[in-house]
């Protein structure tokens, strides 16, 4: 800093940092002494601003970068968050579709046309859901649909 403000200070005009630039180059400051004069350099009024601004600025810069990290760091952790969130659904998902599954298979199962099928008496005005039920002597068997258009209702000791 002390170089880059005699540098500035023997010039009696502002120069570009392209011309800066080259100064530094001349007077053989180092990479990192060129990058920081010139990332301070006011063009403007063509000279380094005072070290008191130059720790501002440095201050500055330093807690922007704490606030991006805080920032990306708790984007991080609701991102993380939302996929617990979501492995957790999924993993409900998959338990409750496995139960569902287990229950199905403990059921026993129909054909999709016996769940239809009903059976009336030879004598009488009910269906049942079971062809023993009542003491029915040969039963006939005949979808729900038919018994209900033929005037049929529901038994009420096997429904």
């Given amino acids: 800093m ?14 570009s940092k392209e011309d800066l630039s ?18 301070y350099y006011d063009e403007s009024a063509g000279e380094m601003p ?3 601004a130059i720790r501002d600025k440095i201050r500055q810069e330093e ?3 704490k606030k991006a990290e805080e920032q990306r760091k708790k984007a991080e952790e609701e991102e993380k968050k939302k996929a617990e969130e979501e492995q957790r659904r999924t993993q409900e998902a998959a338990q409750k579709a496995a139960e569902e599954a ?6 026993p199962s129909t054909p999709q046309t016996d769940a239809a099928t009903v059976w009336i008496p030879r004598t009488g005005s009910k ?15 005949v979808t729900i649909d038919q018994a209900m258009a033929w005037g049929y209702d529901r038994c009420k000791k096997c429904w």
């Fill in 127 to 141: 269906y049942h859901s079971n062809p023993n039920c009542s003491n029915m002597k040969s039963p006939s068997a």
């Fill in 22 to 39: 080259r100064e530094l180059k001349a007077a053989e400051f180092t990479d990192e002494e060129q990058a920081f004069v010139l990332k």
């Fill in 102 to 107: 287990a229950t199905a298979a403990q059921a």
């Fill in 2 to 15: 002390r170089l880059a403000g005699q540098l500035t200070a023997s010039c009696s005009e502002a120069m």
């Fill in 63 to 65: 807690e922007a970068k």
């Fill in 50 to 52: 005072g070290e008191s």
